[in-house]
């Protein structure tokens, strides 16, 4: 009996991989095994299609699907290069936007890629977290067209000084409010900012205004749309003006990234409640009562706050209705926490389309489930490393969006 459990799981983990093919030759998807089939769309060279039927050929031809477009079809074999392995997010041959959640640990950044040389880059991480998996990605001679940091905590600026120093960058859009004292990472990218000796935009919440819904970024199709953030926090947040570290989150800049009609919804470190209570305040009533709600609608949520429980309230969450939430978070604070997946779950989200930085290790938390950590992809107690569970956007110019770990 032993013998034959180990075969079974062999046998189902050899049965997990889904194999893909890479086009040789500028081709068709046929509707069936045949040449004298009906053409139902073309593609190119080295664009990369999913193997259907465990990988069997029918006469010579694989059944295969275009990921983007979801179209199936044949196509023969002589024209394909059969891959081992799962199919890739970012696909060769399709043309499109890339977002990298990194995986930094307990803190967020995100790298968008618009094109070669070309990108933006939402938060800077925790330590040099994100700088390390920024040199390995965008060449020295590239330009980042928006530096957007969320707000002043040290999680989130981490790199920001070494980026600012290493790259040309457009346009930096950023908060300075803080109370109580200003971390080493925050001082070192304020003083880098003030010392750029090249023409770019620097846009401080602290100085100026931008209006909730407001594009602040749009060319080749990619719109950015500027949600919320304050140099300092409305008085009206009376719930939580007491409470310093609530305050220095809930003026966190949210940006809605939008390309082909499918979007991703940024908030940083946004506060959504008090922990353990009901209700929606702060940051996202602000943005509730501020903008249409089929506007704050997104396909993909970069969940606020790592997935703490003082962040995406239920009104929220079902008003953004994403098909997609990413929770970057090391284990260390117990992120994400259940009571939070919970109500992304209750409100039609898959488990399987929640994403996380931080696979395979969980905290022990308390009794309540809001003091818990979310155990889900985590298999053991124990601390997880940065750097292994980086998450891939990509959104094709034509078709569906694609998710899933680097």
């Not at 919970?342 to 996380?356: A, Q």
Request: hydrophobic fraction near 35%; charge should be negative.
């Amino acid at each position: 009996m032993k013998y034959l459990v180990i075969l079974v799981l062999l046998f189902a983990s050899i049965n997990s991989f889904a194999d893909y093919v890479r086009v040789r030759k500028n081709t068709s998807i046929r509707e069936f095994p045949k040449s004298n089939s009906e053409k139902l769309e073309l593609v190119s060279v080295n664009q990369e299609l999913e193997v259907l039927d465990s990988g069997q050929q029918n006469r010579g031809y694989y059944h295969v699907k275009n990921p983007t477009t979801n179209i199936e079809g044949w196509i023969y074999r002589t024209l394909l290069e059969y891959m081992i392995g799962n199919l890739p997010v970012v696909l060769n041959g399709v043309k499109g936007i890339e977002i990298t959640v990194i995986d930094v640990g307990a803190g967020l950044s995100c790298l968008i890629k618009l094109s070669e040389k070309r990108y933006m880059v939402y938060d800077a991480g925790n330590r040099d977290y994100a700088l390390n998996y920024i040199k390995q990605n965008i060449p020295d001679d590239s330009e980042i067209e928006f530096l957007i940091l969320s707000h002043t905590d040290s999680d989130h600026w981490g790199s920001a000084a070494e980026i600012i120093r290493g790259y040309k960058i457009n346009r930096i859009l950023y908060t300075d409010f803080r109370l109580g004292n200003f971390n080493e990472s925050l001082e070192q990218g304020l003083e880098e900012i003030n010392e750029i000796d090249y023409d770019y935009e620097a846009l401080n919440l602290s100085e100026s205004k931008i209006k909730a819904g407001e594009m602040i970024f749009e060319e080749d199709g990619v719109k950015l749309y500027f949600l919320s953030g304050f140099g300092s926090p409305p008085d009206y947040w009376e719930e939580i003006s007491y409470m310093d570290s609530y305050l220095n989150n809930a003026v966190s800049i949210g940006v809605k990234l939008e390309f082909s009609n499918q979007s991703v919804l940024f908030e940083g470190d946004a506060v959504g409640r008090i922990t353990g209570e009901d209700g929606c305040i702060a940051t996202e009533k602000y943005l509730i009562d501020s903008l249409d709600h089929d506007f704050i609608n997104s396909d993909v949520l970069i969940a606020a706050h790592h997935g703490a429980d003082n962040a995406s309230c239920k009104e929220f969450v079902e008003i953004v209705s994403p098909r997609y939430v990413v929770f970057s978070a090391g284990n260390i604070h117990k992120h994400p926490r259940e009571s939070t997946a919970r109500r992304f779950t209750s409100s039609g989200v898959l488990k399987k389309d929640i994403f996380r930085t931080d696979k395979g290790y969980y905290q022990n938390g308390g009794e309540k489930e809001y003091q818990r950590e979310w155990t889900y992809l985590s298999s053991s107690t124990g601390y997880d490393t940065y750097g292994d569970d980086n998450i891939k956007i990509f959104i094709p110019e034509y078709g569906n969006l694609r998710i899933g770990y680097e």
